[in-house]
């Protein structure tokens, strides 16, 4: 029996370390990146408001992957915040990273990469203040690389031998897109997935929502992009 448990623990330290180390691979920078010739970020800061959600082309080999499961340029997204603290370029972006999990990052974080930016028309300032709270109170939760891993053999078509796990309001890990997701939805906007066709379904299931899904979005204007 004790032989059982030691096997036992030994196999998950093994796959934790396997997991670890295929994380910090996909957070690398693809080495052939080719950066965009962009404006510079900060005009953006003259437009953005709470709940604006910024779309990015990502330059990590786990952007690039997103890139390629879903036929889009669009890889990340997140959501701005407003300014947390003081100085040139504060954290006001709130962002789910594969490698940190919910995080805020300054704006200047997606230089070099294609921006778009994005606002929901029909929220008044209220919800979108309330937006920015709720993936505020989110900072320290853990990506769900499950979640991720379920979600792209769901876009390529791969018969699954689990289901994608469920995004609920008390959920402790995100995908970067679940996080906003689930923020919208919360306010009653809800973002309904392109790409995958769920069965016999009123509402949009937030399972399967993409970054891609935001630009396609009803009720979502284009603010600016770099």
Request: charged letters at 20%.
């Amino acid at each position: 029996m004790q032989l059982v448990l030691y096997v036992r623990s030994l196999l998950t330290r093994c796959r934790a370390r396997l997991i670890d180390r295929l994380v910090l691979f996909l957070a690398q920078p693809v080495k052939q990146y080719s950066l965009v010739d962009t404006a510079d970020l900060h005009t953006l800061t003259t437009v953005l408001r709470h709940g604006d959600v910024v779309l990015a082309s990502g330059k990590t080999r786990a952007a690039a992957l997103v890139r390629r499961f879903t036929g889009s340029c669009w890889a990340h997204a997140a959501m701005y915040v407003g300014p947390l603290e003081e100085g040139p370029d504060p954290r006001c972006i709130v962002e789910a990273d594969i490698a940190e999990g919910v995080r805020a990052v300054p704006l200047t974080e997606f230089r070099g990469q294609r921006v778009l930016v994005l606002r929901p028309t029909g929220l008044e300032a209220e919800d979108r203040h309330r937006l920015a709270q709720w993936v505020l109170t989110r900072i320290g939760n853990r990506y769900d690389l499950a979640h991720a891993w379920a979600l792209a053999k769901t876009v390529l078509r791969v018969p699954l031998p689990f289901p994608v796990p469920p995004v609920s309001e008390t959920a402790t890990r995100f995908i970067c897109s679940s996080l906003l997701a689930q923020a919208f939805v919360l306010v009653g906007y809800p973002i309904a997935p392109a790409h995958v066709r769920v069965r016999d379904s009123s509402a949009p299931d937030l399972r399967y929502v993409t970054p891609r899904d935001f630009e396609g979005a009803s009720g979502f204007e284009e603010i600016g992009r770099t």
